[in-house]
């Protein structure tokens, strides 16, 4: 009964602990202050104002657009690079292996910082586009990362009997490996769609032109005040994620 | 379904390749203007009716601090048009040489601009830049957990208010306090000056809350606070929320700065970048800006056409001469890594 008792109290800590700021965060985007820790009364106007303010939609359409873009090429290079590194003899096994973990443990702020050199010493205009080759370089790591267990767990005779029964390689890799990894695979396009979408240190250094994203847009609000309009757009963020996973999960229900 | 996505990615590298090339509009004006500003730091307004007008299309990207928008117009590969600049940030991107010279003939609405804001200290000959907003640091309280009236900095030193106390996170202006409290320059290059600040800032630590730069505002809301440093603009936003709360000018002398409006060497059209200067200083535009910014404008006709409650409150428009009340920071160049060092120390002890 205790035992029981403090499983539940645990849990239920460990919850509130996880979803208390993000209910704060819904509860103050409908008040009437623009300040945090007082409320003056019910309004929808930081609403309002979010739909009113051009500003803020184009980073949404930034950030989504980077976010997309960036996450299905990297799972494509991902996971070809994944296969490369899977066939390789031990010792170049271990050197790409090594390769891959690095941008994964480095700061964000040396990537962001390095990419900027190179895009000034190869001329780039900053813009959409060295946004978006930035992006699609810190999600690489992670998509092979994804991939690789997946081709561990990978009968090593399954490509040969395709190829026996008459299979092209590439007809065996889409009709008979790819299958098989699909789970590690959309592991890494999801995981890299979200590193993507709250990246802010090597978005930062790496675009120009007026392209900003929302992490960028939220973070240069310090100097007058961060406004509830932003509490308002996360809270619609926050609830789209939770219909999609709502829908998920009826989907697989129906399955 | 994987069609639909199929087709957004499509439509998404489609949009990447088309709007580029050098377009010049009916007006003769290049369609483009890259203007690179602070968060929340214009009338949206203002730049809806410049796009109207002209026909330029703006790409607005906004930064948080001088040194960040420094670290990008260095790198190279941006082409700001127009930048945001505060005060000692111009010295120091002039020294860099990263600033254009600005061709005055095109800036008709430069006369409107009030002349005790021309040739300030950072920008001598004002070649460089016009300013845009300014304002000044002072002291936010709240008169129900502060009785007495305070006109001091010394009042952030009284060990009555201690736990009670917010200093901003920031080197030049929590030096810059100290240094006026004791009666120096907020621009010493004296080090025993300097080690002079540092006693005193570490004197003050025990009794301060916090330092910090952004939720001070929600604690002086909140009541959370008894008293913070506090900017001009924030602190006639939180008045309002909060009748409690008085803001004031220490007889000492205080910190006044100024943003200023510049042309950054990346950019390639200068004339649609002075262009947008110029607008920004007519005075309505001046005044819609300082109005929603709530910091002061040095557009002289501008300040007419506020509302009488904001253009008569002397907290935002001090009458008489305003560098009687405070000084402007001056780029210190290499001397700036020994207040770097001084506040590392006093937050490290």
């Known amino acids: 009964m205790v035992k029981k008792l403090i499983k539940r109290s645990y849990a239920f800590f460990v919850y509130m602990f996880l979803y208390l700021p993000i209910l704060l965060l819904i509860i103050y985007s409908f008040n009437d202050s623009k300040y945090r820790g007082k409320w003056n009364g019910f309004t929808f106007k930081w609403y309002k104002e979010l739909f009113r303010d051009q500003t803020v939609a184009q980073a949404l359409y930034n950030t989504f657009a980077i976010a997309i873009l960036a996450a299905i090429i990297a799972t494509i290079i991902g996971t070809i690079s994944a296969i490369a590194i899977h066939k390789m003899k031990p010792r170049w096994k271990s050197i790409f292996m090594n390769v891959t973990y690095l941008p994964v443990m480095n700061p964000d702020i040396v990537i962001g910082i390095s990419l900027l050199a190179l895009f000034a010493v190869l001329k780039m205009k900053l813009g959409f586009i060295t946004l978006l080759l930035a992006h699609i370089t810190f999600n690489i790591p992670y998509v092979i990362l994804a991939v690789l267990p997946k081709l561990r767990q990978l009968n090593p005779y399954l490509e040969e009997a395709a190829l026996d029964l008459g299979a092209t390689p590439l007809q065996a890799f889409f009709k008979v490996i790819l299958p098989e990894i699909m789970p590690g695979v959309i592991t890494g396009l999801l995981l890299a769609f979200t590193l993507s979408l709250d990246d802010f240190m090597v978005s930062f250094f790496t675009t120009g032109s007026g392209v900003n994203t929302l992490s960028i847009k939220v973070y240069s609000m310090t100097k007058t005040g961060v406004t509830p309009k932003i509490n308002a757009l996360s809270t619609l963020l926050f609830m789209g994620v939770l219909g999609l996973l709502i829908l998920l999960q009826k989907r697989e229900k129906t399955n | 379904m994987k069609k639909t996505l199929l087709l957004l990615v499509l439509c998404m590298v489609f949009s990447l390749f088309t709007g580029c090339g050098e377009k010049v509009n009916e007006q003769g004006y290049y369609s483009k203007l890259n203007v690179y500003n602070w968060g929340e730091y214009i009338d949206p307004q203002v730049l809806e009716d410049f796009e109207k007008e002209y026909g330029i299309k703006v790409?607005?990207?906004?930064?948080?601090?001088?040194?960040?928008?420094?670290?990008?117009?260095?790198?190279?590969?941006?082409?700001?048009?127009?930048?945001?600049?505060?005060?000692?940030?111009?010295?120091?991107?002039?020294?860099?040489?990263?600033?254009?010279?600005?061709?005055?003939?095109?800036?008709?609405?430069?006369?409107?601009?009030?002349?005790?804001?021309?040739?300030?200290?950072?920008?001598?000959?004002?070649?460089?830049?016009?300013?845009?907003?300014?304002g000044t640091i002072g002291i936010l309280y709240d008169t129900t957990k502060i009785k007495e009236d305070i006109d001091s900095w010394s009042a952030m030193w009284d060990e009555k208010y201690k736990g009670d106390i917010v200093m901003f996170d920031s080197v030049r202006d929590n030096i810059g306090i100290a240094l006026k409290k004791l009666g120096y320059s907020m621009n010493t290059t004296d080090s025993h000056e300097l080690e002079e600040a540092k006693k005193e800032l570490l004197k003050q630590k025990a009794l301060v809350k916090a330092y910090d730069s952004d939720a001070y505002k929600d604690m002086m809301?909140?009541?959370?606070?008894?008293?913070?440093?506090?900017?001009?603009?924030?602190?006639?936003?939180?008045?309002?929320?909060?009748?409690?709360?008085?803001?004031?000018?220490?007889?000492?002398?205080?910190?006044?700065?100024?943003?200023?409006?510049?042309?950054?060497?990346?950019?390639?059209?200068?004339k649609e970048a002075e262009l947008f200067i110029n607008y920004m200083m007519r005075p309505e535009v001046a005044a819609k800006c300082a109005e929603f910014v709530m910091y002061a404008t040095p557009n002289n006709e501008g300040v007419k056409l506020l509302p009488e409650e904001i253009r008569e409150n002397e907290i935002i428009y001090p009458k008489g001469n305003i560098f009687e009340k405070g000084e402007v920071f001056i780029d210190l160049g290499e001397f700036t890594t020994e207040y770097d060092r001084i506040w590392t120390e006093v937050k490290a002890y």
């Open chain 2, 59 to 134: 790409y607005y990207e906004t930064y948080a601090g001088n040194e960040e928008m420094l670290t990008k117009v260095q790198a190279g590969g941006t082409d700001y048009d127009v930048i945001f600049p505060s005060d000692y940030m111009i010295e120091a991107m002039v020294k860099e040489g990263l600033l254009q010279e600005l061709d005055f003939n095109n800036l008709s609405n430069f006369k409107k601009i009030g002349d005790e804001f021309k040739n300030l200290p950072y920008d001598k000959d004002n070649k460089y830049s016009v300013p845009y907003l300014w």
């Open chain 2, 221 to 270: 809301a909140s009541g959370e606070a008894g008293m913070s440093m506090c900017f001009l603009g924030d602190a006639m936003v939180l008045m309002e929320e909060n009748q409690n709360l008085k803001y004031v000018l220490p007889k000492e002398g205080t910190n006044l700065w100024f943003d200023t409006m510049a042309v950054p060497v990346t950019s390639k059209h200068k």
